[in-house]
């Protein structure tokens, strides 16, 4: 409904009553702001008054912003659109730039050429609006390339000014709650969030060129499996029955394999309820991949040249910082296993023991301890080692290395080693402390699969929450045959982070879960 020019009085009175809760450092300075909202509240029928249309439906672009800035001078015609980010008068001329989040383009306005245009524009057009221009493509005598303008459109008007004025973006939490402003002011985060698209592509690039197929899995699920988490659980009011969020899409392309595709993978959005911190997430962007036909080291030796190539397209080599720390991706990567890891760090052979109470009691004994949210009491015995790698070797590995032979107990869906069945044919690659990769030689044996599912069932009995719920649906699609297969899954959200050099997965994640403000 269209708000009348007689209504706007009382209308303006409503809407500034409701922009509070503004983060400033004094009375003064909240006054300031106040008034600078009253202001352009009060231009919103003086715009309507002149002709323009406070929030336009449209504007027809012959150009984006940076585009334009590659055409030679003299170029006319040229409309373009934008984000006032700044404006200078100089008497009769004035000059501004658009911004968009592929860069910015100066404007020059001369009153001789706008006449009242020019008048409007002073009087009615602040920091913030969105705008839109036809001119002439120009060269300054301060040599940046601009678009002389000969005709405006308003487009939007904004209410509140720009932070920076007031209190910038240094607050890092005021950072993720309004990452939009966060875009605008950070070339820092604008870059970082098109390295993000330009990392998906690549990955996706590589994949399909490498004969993958694209297929999207469910997000709601009967059963949390495809990986040791715990889930979200919600309710379907249609069907009245309690379903997951998925924490991995793993099961379901395994289905695809089994109807009949070779290589399949999904950037699929994954919830898991457990803990807050710089590498974990409770929703967050998982590929996952599977291939027909190949084992775990075939996998391995195709993850080493996908990720030398996404370093190389993306960074233009195979060196990065991180926080200050130097991270090597050329050579050959190293291929230790779990075993190996765990005994050069710690000095337990976790081979020698075989079950939960013996390895507490070497834990014990050694005096080990785990800062952890896992209730230790009522873990199993897989759970007490995936916790013993993360604190004594996990944290210490710098470089990319591939971890190999994870016990069975940690891996219920991955295929036993022939030469040792005690251990599984997995891998995970790790890097600078985080565990970007996780990748198995699949289980397609479904005896071996339902005796697997009824340990895990049971440790869940005892108290072990990290464990995986039985899958009778996923179980009867492996009945009906499956071909070797490998597969992993990838942390994007940790891998863009090593990439970009952000302190923690909030900073890459567009629109992070928080808690909510406080009134």
């Known amino acids: 409904m269209r708000i009348s020019q007689n209504a706007y009085p009382a209308a303006i009175a409503e809407l500034s009553a409701l922009f509070t809760g503004i983060k400033v450092e004094s009375q003064n300075e909240l006054n300031e702001f106040n008034e600078q909202m009253q202001v352009r509240l009060n231009k919103i029928p003086q715009l309507r008054e002149a002709g323009f249309h406070p929030y336009a439906d449209r504007f027809h672009k012959t150009h984006s912003l940076d585009s334009a800035l590659k055409l030679d001078d003299g170029a006319a015609g040229v409309r373009v659109a934008g984000r006032v980010l700044s404006l200078r008068y100089f008497g ?272 014990n004994r050694l005096d080990i301890k785990f800062e952890t949210d896992v209730n230790v009491a009522k873990a199993g015995r897989g759970t007490l080692i995936d916790l013993l790698y993360k604190k004594v070797s996990r944290p210490a590995l710098v470089n990319p290395v591939f971890i190999t032979h994870h016990p069975l107990d940690l891996s219920p869906l991955a295929r036993s080693n022939d030469a040792n069945p005690a251990v599984v044919d997995r891998f995970q690659l790790v890097v600078n402390g985080w565990e970007v990769i996780n990748a198995y030689s699949e289980l397609v044996d479904p005896i071996d699969q339902a005796a697997r599912f009824r340990q895990q069932a049971d440790a869940r009995k005892l108290g072990d929450t990290e464990t995986m719920d039985v899958d009778n649906d996923f179980l009867l699609c492996m009945e009906y045959g499956m071909p070797p297969i490998s597969g992993w899954g990838m942390g994007i959200d940790r891998i863009i982070a090593l990439l970009t050099n952000a302190s923690t997965l909030r900073d890459v994640v567009l629109f992070p879960l928080l808690r909510p403000e406080s009134n």
């Open 92 to 363: 009769k001329l004035a000059f501004g730039h658009l911004y968009d989040v592929n860069g910015q383009l100066q404007f020059a306005l001369q009153k001789n050429e706008l006449a009242e245009q020019f008048t409007h524009f002073k009087n009615l057009v602040d920091i913030g609006d969105f705008i839109g221009v036809e001119g002439e493509m120009i060269t300054t005598k301060t040599g940046e390339k601009s678009i002389n303008v000969k005709s405006f459109t308003f487009l939007s008007k904004t209410l509140r000014p720009l932070p920076e004025k007031f209190h910038g973006m240094t607050d890092p939490e005021l950072c993720l709650r309004r990452r939009y402003l966060d875009i605008i002011m950070s070339d820092e985060s604008r870059e970082r969030f098109k390295t993000r698209t330009k990392i998906i592509r690549t990955i996706r690039n590589f994949l399909d060129e490498n004969d993958f197929t694209e297929i999207d899995t469910p997000v709601l699920t009967n059963k949390a499996t495809g990986a040791l988490a715990r889930p979200f659980v919600t309710h379907n009011n249609a069907l009245d029955i309690d379903v997951f969020l998925r924490i991995a899409p793993e099961t379901y392309l395994k289905r695809a394999i089994a109807g009949g595709f070779d290589r399949v993978y999904e950037f699929a959005r994954s919830f898991r309820n457990e803990g807050v911190d710089a590498s974990h997430l409770p929703d967050f962007t998982l590929l996952e991949f599977y291939a027909a036909y190949w084992n775990y080291e075939d996998n391995m030796d195709f993850t080493e040249k996908l990720m030398k190539h996404l370093l190389q397209t993306v960074n233009g080599g195979l060196k990065l910082t991180y926080d200050g720390t130097d991270i090597d991706f050329s050579g050959d990567w190293p291929r230790v296993s779990f075993r190996d890891l765990i005994l050069k760090d710690c000095g337990i052979d976790i081979d020698k023991f075989t079950t939960k109470e013996s390895l507490q009691n070497e834990l």
